[in-house]
């Protein structure tokens, strides 16, 4: 963490090693919260150095992570267990834990999600806090444009610094561990394209085109191609580059809503755009798919789950994610989801998960977004900025190598 909090270290080393006689009296009852995290680590373990320097085990009863934690202050245990992973993050920024692989830390907790239950997660006045400011930020039409611009309108410099050429920020398919990005990226999308059963001359609607990238692949397979973004910065990215291709006359990229588009399509595609949607508008999503795609139509998605059995605990808490990355965004409760979809007339067909994809692609964009920095294309952004970004990116790959999250791609008919 260099010298990010260095003068907090040394204040919570001096309250928790004999700085005073509230330190000696307070840590054993802080230890104790320890104890409850010890008793449900099913699988791997921590191996923790605390704030009097001397160490303890959690867990490590079946295989698993081995994560490797040093805990600079107590205060750390008392923010994660009142504000879960909020707490968690505002500590790690504090620089009252750290790590030298936070990625294991995550994938522990996701691992063993399950057992864990409430522990790690907000509580009292905190869940209350972060449920308002979450319901705030609901993806009503009115407000869906600012949140989306609150993540994706930080400039197309930013993302062109460390994503790869095509510009796509959802997983890749790896055909190995050696593959190129890119390569990997291309395959994802020819993947979903593939369920389409396109012919030339079809036309197809993608909602959340991003940069353009499916696109311009479905154009040069003959396909005519409506994209829908609420990012101007997106659509001025993705204009450019299908003038660049030569394809203008076959894709037009809107900036529209979802809710608004009431025409006639041959199929639909949408990667990684429903988790922005929000529990309260699945209906309306997938009342957008069938309304919009003619009878036998097909249409594709990749999207994010969370655990269904562990659903409704993360949907009350909105986590590190919400809060700080993608306001109003909620990951699938998947057999919830298919349910609507049936309601619908949308088959759920042909379901495949591939959640270690995501893990690899995650840890390809942290270290081009580290390359990013030290070559100083992200000039501009503060170093808390960046921290942030790290911890984004960390996060998401544990809970991908954990399992309580996954990423697949279905196939829907419109019966």
């Known amino acids: 963490m260099g010298s990010r909090g260095d003068h907090l270290v040394r204040a919570d080393r001096r309250f928790a090693t004999g700085g005073g006689a509230v330190a000696r009296l307070l840590a054993p009852a802080f230890a104790r919260l320890l104890d409850p995290i010890d008793r449900r680590l099913k699988q791997g373990g921590i191996r923790l150095t605390l704030p009097d320097r001397s160490t303890r085990s959690l867990g490590f009863r079946a295989s698993g992570p081995a994560a490797v934690v040093s805990l600079r202050s107590w205060m750390a245990l008392l923010r994660l267990a009142t504000s879960g992973s909020v707490g968690w993050y505002k500590a790690w920024t504090l620089g009252e834990w750290s790590s030298p692989d936070p990625v294991a830390v995550f994938e522990l907790f996701s691992l063993n999600a399950a057992p864990l239950g409430e522990i790690g997660r907000a509580k009292g006045v905190s869940r209350w806090v972060n449920a308002v400011a979450h319901r705030l930020r609901d993806n009503a039409p009115r407000k869906a444009k600012a949140n989306i611009a609150a993540h994706y309108d930080l400039g197309n410099d930013f993302y062109s610094a460390w994503l790869d050429r095509t510009m796509t920020y959802s997983s890749a398919r ?193 270290d081009r977004y580290d390359e990013a920095v030290e070559c100083g294309a992200l000039e501009g952004f503060g170093e808390a900025f960046h921290d942030l970004w790290r911890y984004y990116l960390m996060y998401c790959e544990g809970g991908f190598r954990g399992g309580v999250i996954d990423v697949a791609q279905v196939t829907m008919v419109r019966s």
């Open 174 to 366: 790896f055909a190995s561990r050696a593959e190129p990005l890119e390569d990997a990226q291309r395959r994802k999308v020819a993947d979903l394209l593939d369920r389409l059963q396109l012919k030339p001359g079809d036309r197809l609607l993608e909602i959340g085109c991003g940069w353009g990238s499916l696109a311009i692949q479905a154009a040069e397979r003959g396909v005519s191609v409506v994209g829908l973004t609420l990012s101007d910065e997106q659509k001025s990215w993705a204009d450019q580059k299908i003038r660049d291709a030569g394809l203008a006359d076959r894709i037009e990229i809107r900036l529209q809503d979802y809710r608004e588009t009431a025409e006639q399509f041959d199929a639909v595609a949408s990667v990684e755009m429903v988790e922005a949607v929000g529990r309260r508008w699945w209906g309306a999503y997938l009342d957008s798919i069938a309304r919009n795609l003619r009878p036998a139509g097909r249409a594709a998605l990749q999207f994010i789950s969370f655990d269904a059995k562990m659903f409704d605990q993360y949907a009350r808490n909105p986590d590190f994610i919400q809060t700080y990355i993608f306001p109003g965004g909620l990951l699938l409760n998947e057999p919830e989801f298919a349910a609507l979809a049936a309601e619908r007339g949308l088959s759920w067909d042909d379901r495949e998960g591939f959640r270690l994809d995501y893990a690899e692609t995650l840890k390809r964009w942290r």
